[in-house]
Each structure stands twice: as C-alpha cells, then as structure tokens.
Nanobody
Framework: QVQLLESGGGLVKAGGSLRLSCAAS????????MGWFRQAPGKEREFVAA????????YYADYLRGRFAISRDNAKNTVDLQLDNLKPEDTAVYYC??????????????????WGQGTQVTVSS
C-alpha cells in the first residue's frame, strides 16, 4: 500500500507563490496518474490538477487559468504543485492522491485512492 505525504503549505499574501510536494512511500507511484485536490472549510473537495505517469500529459481545473502547474519526478517518487499568483479564494487544504485508472486523466475525487493527509494553504488579502 502506498502512503502519500504532502508538504509545502503555509501562509502567503495574495499574489505570492508556494510549491507543494507529495512524497510517496511504501510503493512506487511511477506507473500511476496522480492528482491534486483541495477542500476549503464548508465546501466540497474540488479538483485542481492531474498528471499522467510520465509527466507528459496534464489536466487542470478551468478556474485556475494557468496559475498552477503540476509536475512529477519519478526518480524521487514525488509529485509537485506550483501555486503562483495566489488568491484568498485558494485558501484550502490541498491533497494529493493516486488515480485508480490509467486510461485518461480524471477530475472526480472518487476516481482516486491512497490520499495523503493534506497540507494547509492560507492566502491573506
């Protein structure tokens, strides 16, 4: 069973940047698509971005408008999420997860398993 551990969250002012990292242990994630999701207080978990096994294909939520970038390093068994031009509405707990499927990149959280515990991102205005 794979364990996922997110890091890199914190408090940042609007317009700032953060880089989140998801480290896998127990089993390799190199053959799996991976995704990032987020959940704000009182809101449902929402899709942020996904990446295929090689890193050659990515998929983003429309609302991001190019502000975030997902990447992976299979040698290190990690998946990163670069957050730029952050806005107060980006405040949430960010989670990484492994996709159950490898046919195409998915945005439903139910299509993912092996979730991390999350890392808090807080953006002040």
């Amino acid at each position: 069973q794979v364990q996922l551990l997110e890091s890199g969250g914190g408090l940042v002012k609007a317009g700032g940047s953060l880089r989140l990292s998801c480290a896998a242990s127990g089993r390799s994630i190199t053959s799996y698509p991976m995704g990032w999701f987020r959940q704000a207080p009182g809101k449902e978990r929402e899709f942020v971005a996904a990446i295929n096994w090689s890193g050659g294909d990515t998929y983003y939520a429309d609302y991001l408008r190019g502000r975030f970038a997902i990447s992976r390093d299979n040698a290190k068994n990690t998946v990163d999420l670069q957050l730029d031009n952050l806005k107060p509405e980006d405040t949430a707990v960010y989670y990484c997860a492994r996709s159950k499927y490898s046919d195409f990149l998915r945005s439903r959280w139910t299509d993912y398993d092996s979730w991390g515990q999350g890392t808090q991102v807080t953006v002040s205005s």
